[in-house]
């Protein structure tokens, strides 16, 4: 979640919020590369196919396996209310050097599912209440 953020000024490089899964085009570590073999992964698009591995451990808009399944559930990410000098700042899908790597990724990360850029329904996420109502600007009381 990244929203009602306000950015100003001439050094921030992007002009975007970027997502990105490194582990479609490349090994990670122990966790290898996302390509329809990996038995981390979904798996749902088998090898060799385009989006080969779908849905990827780690990718975004899928954090977890909560169910123990193998696949990991959608949690989408969400950006609203975000600008950068007035304009709306958008989040996308981090472009690489490599256009092979973009497209790659772009097999396992789709905006309108995986992201979106306005504010998820209501039961999805509710912020924190700001200031904290415990912080009251003073010491808590010991329980001891």
Known sequence: MVFNNTVTGTTYNTRTIQVSHERSFQAIG?????????????NQIPAGQKGAGYPAMGQ?????DADGDGVFE?????AWNNTLN???????LRPW??????ELQTAHVKEGRDFFNEAPKPEYYKPYTYPHPLQGGRE???GF
Do not use: Q
């Open 30 to 42: 122990e966790f290898g590369i996302c390509d329809g073999t990996n038995p981390i992964d979904g």
């Open 60 to 64: 975004p808009g899928r954090a977890t």
């Open 74 to 78: 959608p949690s989408p990410c969400y």
């Open 86 to 92: 007035g304009e709306k700042l958008n989040m996308v």
């Open 97 to 102: 050097a490599d256009p092979k790597a973009t």
């Open 140 to 142: 808590p009381k010991s």
